[in-house]
């Protein structure tokens, strides 16, 4: 059984930054994601990669700010997350999928992390 194991989330102020991290077990992952969900919103997407991590993918509200890598030695993705806005306030999930290509949607992904806690304040 596939397990995603986040850390990293917190409390920081409008500016600064947080690196999240997302430590897999349990089976071999491809393309991996972020999605985030604010309160009374739809969970989103953030940013994806694929299996090499050659191809990346993100949403254009965290481009320029956000980035995603992988470790697949230590079968871990990050998402390194500066210039943070009071808006980027969510619960912050890591997803994976058994296929090596970038996926888009939700249902595109078969596992899920427990959710972390990212809160900017003004």
């Known amino acids: 059984q596939v397990e995603l194991v986040e850390s990293g989330g917190g409390l920081v102020q409008a500016g600064g930054s947080l690196r999240l991290s997302c430590a897999a077990s349990?089976?071999?992952?491809?393309?991996m994601g972020w999605f985030r969900q604010a309160p009374a919103a739809e969970r989103e997407l953030v940013a994806a990669?694929?299996?090499?991590?050659?191809?990346?993918y993100y949403a254009d509200f965290v481009k320029g700010r956000f980035t995603i890598s992988r470790d697949n030695a230590k079968n871990t993705v990050f998402l390194q997350m500066n210039s943070l806005k009071p808006e980027d306030t969510a619960v912050y999930y890591c997803a994976a999928r058994r296929r090596w290509q970038i996926g888009l949607r939700r249902d595109e992904y078969e596992y899920w992390g427990q959710g972390s806690q990212v809160t900017v304040s003004s």
């Open positions: 349990g089976g071999t992952l491809y393309g």
């Open positions: 990669i694929t299996g090499t991590g050659s191809t990346t």
